[in-house]
C-alpha cells in the first residue's frame, strides 16, 4: 500500500488478509501473534487509563460494556491505523490539532458526570465514554501502531489476530484501573495528568513544531522542548480541569 487510494481500497486489504492466513500453520507465525500481543499490553497502559476514566461515571451495569467497546473500538483503529494514520499523522499540524483534543478530553475526564439518570440517558452516556475512548486513541496510538505495524512486518492477518487477542488484556487493565481510581479518587487527578503529559508530547513533536526548533535551535534543543511541553500540558490540564471541575459542582443552595 504506497498510496492513499490504495490505503482506502477494501480488496486491497481484503487481499492483504487473506494473504496473511496462507502463514497460519507457521511457527513464526505465532511467535509474531505473541510479540504483537505483548507490544500493545506494554503501549496501552494510557489507553486502559482513558478508557477507565471515561467509564467510572456509566451505572456498574454498563461499565463492562464501556471497557469492551472501548478496547474493541482502539483495536479496530490500530488496524485502520497501520495502513492510513500513521502516514496521516507526519502531516504538519495534525498533531496539534489532535492535541488541542486530547486536552480537552484530559480536562473533562475531571468534572463528575451526573450519576442519576435513567435508561436512555445512561445509553447516551455509554456511547459518549466510547466516542472519547475512539477519540483519544486516534490521537494516542502512532507510538503503539508503528511498533505493531514493525512486528505484523505486512501481515494483516497478523495484525488482525494479534490485536484482537489483546482486547481481553486491555479491558482487564482497565477494570484494574478503574477500581483503583474508585478506591483512591486521587488517581484520577493522575490519569488526568498522565494525559496532559502525552499532550504536550504529541503536540511538541508535530511535524511543523519539531521541524521550526530543530532547524532553528538544533535537535538536542528540540528534543528537551518535548518534556518542557509534555509537563506543561500535564499542570496546564490538572489546572484547566480543577478550574472546571469547581465550576460544575453543585452550589450549597443546590444541595
Known sequence: ?????????PAAWGALLT??????????????????????????????????MACRGLPPRQRLWGMVLGA??????????TGVVAS?????????????????????????????HDGAEAAAYLWRAVYIVAVADIIMSLDNVIAIAAAAEGNMALLVLGLAISIPLIVAG?????????????????????????????????AATA????????????HDVVYVASATGAVLVLIIGGLWRRAKAPKPSEV
Do not use: C
Open 1 to 9: 500500500m504506497h498510496s492513499i487510494a490504495q490505503m482506502l481500497d
Open 19 to 52: 494473504r496473511g492466513w496462507t502463514e497460519l500453520g507457521e511457527t513464526g507465525f505465532w511467535l509474531a501473534v505473541v510479540k504483537i500481543i505483548w507490544i500493545n499490553i506494554l503501549l496501552s497502559g494510557d489507553n486502559a487509563v482513558v478508557i477507565a
Open 72 to 81: 474493541g473500538v482502539a483495536v479496530v483503529l490500530r488496524i485502520v491505523f
Open 88 to 116: 496521516l499523522m507526519l502531516l504538519p499540524y495534525l498533531k496539534i490539532i489532535g492535541g488541542l483534543a486530547l486536552f480537552y478530553i484530559a480536562a473533562k475526564l475531571l468534572v463528575p458526570d451526573d450519576p442519576q
Open 174 to 206: 482497565a477494570a484494574l484501573i478503574m477500581a483503583l481510581l474508585d478506591r483512591f479518587p486521587i488517581l484520577i487527578w493522575a490519569g488526568a495528568a498522565l494525559l496532559g503529559w502525552i499532550v504536550g508530547e504529541v503536540m511538541s513533536t508535530d
Open 211 to 222: 521541524g521550526y526548533l530543530t532547524r532553528s535551535f538544533g535537535a538536542a534543543f528540540a
